[in-house]
């Protein structure tokens, strides 16, 4: 016979990951538990064709409910969680730095943890060891929601819709697994997601938008919103982590100066129990060399720093649709984050009712033991080591020499 290296007829098709979901979905067995990060509404409307500027969260739901979902679920709950551990590990650090300032770095991006892991194991010690809002969803869609709703563990699949195609190497890490099974079990990116739509025959500017299912694993506050953007998460752990150490005048909802899209962004908030407390928000990886050298030498005035691995954040993730003009839809989107957050009632995560249950009727406190198994992780050194020299190259220095 003749031989080839391609299949000439194109028989082997190779599965895509939305193929894997149509899998979990046909399988009667099969419970599948969808979250959507708190980006994806703000930027679904260019990869379904429509002008930037709509929220498409209901038709999104809509859609994924018509393909048969059993439950459509927010991230956004578990950013309300992640503020929770992250602001408590924060209070922590303020607690026992003896009048030093211990600079906390976020992790709740994957490409800054990926860039961390391979080029500044030095710094784990400063990073959260909180997991991400994709990572503390999945876990407890495995764990709290089966008690609650009476389910089989075993038998529930999460699916992810993200902004993010380094969500897919988050949901892959070892240290997110229970006994060898993943927390979170495919990823879509926003992309993925029109792509599956459209090849089901849903139309997402046609369909009626629908409500979330329920408001367990839902209800969000605004702070939970704002992680879509550059500067959300420092907005949103300020708005807790400052009403719980007292902050001297009226506490301000909105932080100004961690808002807008400038490279690096820094501010100064006061606080009763602290004193004055200095953070910086870095988005684009290329902004962040001389912040580190800062905390490498000591030299970091800053308590709490953000950072994103994206240009604006979530809102601009490798993900989502990026068109010609993609910069300039990047305000919008960014605008619609705010405006989403001034809609929603709830305003910080503490706040959030339904977040105040899991701790009460499951977790018990924020930090507890339990909270440290389900929702913290740790970091893996995957500097590589330098390349032995190759044969051609030795005999070259051999000759030098
Ligand atoms: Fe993913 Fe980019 Fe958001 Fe980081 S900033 S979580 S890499 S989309």
């Known amino acids: 016979g003749q031989c080839s290296l391609v299949c000439p007829t194109g028989a082997i098709a190779v599965k895509d990951e939305t193929d894997r979901f149509l899998d979990y979905l046909a399988d009667p067995d099969v419970v599948t538990v969808v979250q959507i990060a708190p980006a994806v509404r703000m930027a679904f409307a260019e990869a379904a064709g429509a002008p930037a500027g709509r929220n498409l969260e209901g038709e999104i739901v809509a859609g994924l409910k018509k393909l048969g979902a059993d439950f459509v679920c927010d991230t956004r709950w578990s950013a309300d969680v992640t503020i929770l551990e992250e602001g408590t590990e924060l209070l922590h ?67 992810s819709i993200m902004p993010c195609t380094a969500k897919k190497d988050e949901a892959a890490r070892p240290q997110l697994a229970r006994e060898g099974v993943a927390d979170v079990d495919l990823v879509l990116t926003v992309r ?36 879509a953007t550059t500067g959300g998460v420092m907005e949103a752990a ?53 912040v580190l050298d ?40 960014q605008r ?28 018990g406190r924020a930090g507890s033991d339990l909270a440290h198994e389900l929702l913290h992780t740790d970091y893996e050194n995957r500097r590589s080591a330098p390349k032995p020299l190759r044969f051609k190259e030795l005999e070259t220095k051999i000759k030098l020499t």
């Not at 792509?195 to 969000?220: C, H, K, N, V, Y």
């Not at 001297?248 to 490279?263: I, K, Q, T, W």
Request: glycine letters at 8%.
């Open 238 to 290: 300020l708005r807790t982590v400052c009403a719980l150490a007292g902050s001297p005048r009226a506490l301000p909802l909105r932080f100004e100066p961690v808002r807008g899209l400038a490279g690096v962004k820094e501010a100064r908030v006061e606080t009763e129990r602290f004193g004055e407390l200095r953070v910086a928000v870095v988005h684009g990886l290329k902004n962040l060399g001389p």
């Open 93 to 159: 650090r303020l607690e026992h730095s003896e009048g030093r300032v211990d600079t906390m770095f976020t992790s709740c991006c994957p490409g800054w943890i990926n860039h961390v892991e391979k080029s500044h194991p030095d710094l784990f010690p400063h990073v959260s060891s909180t997991r991400s809002p994709q990572a503390i969803f999945g876990a407890l869609a495995k764990t709290y929601l089966p008690r609650v709703k009476k389910l089989d563990s075993a038998a529930i699949r999460v699916v």
């Open 294 to 333: 800062c905390v490498r030498e000591g030299r970091s005035p800053w308590h709490f720093v953000e950072v994103m691995a994206c240009p604006g954040g979530c809102i601009g993730g490798g993900g989502t649709a990026r068109g010609d003009n993609w910069t300039r839809t990047l305000p919008v989107r």
């Open 192 to 227: 993925e997601l029109e792509r599956l739509f459209r090849t089901q025959g849903i139309d997402p500017l046609a369909i009626d938008p629908a409500p979330f299912d329920s408001p367990f694993m839902t209800e969000a506050s605004g702070a939970a919103q704002l992680f």
């Open 336 to 363: 619609m984050v705010y405006e989403e957050d001034d809609r929603l009632a709830v305003k910080r995560s503490d706040e959030n009712p339904d977040v105040a249950a899991l701790y009460r009727d499951y977790l």
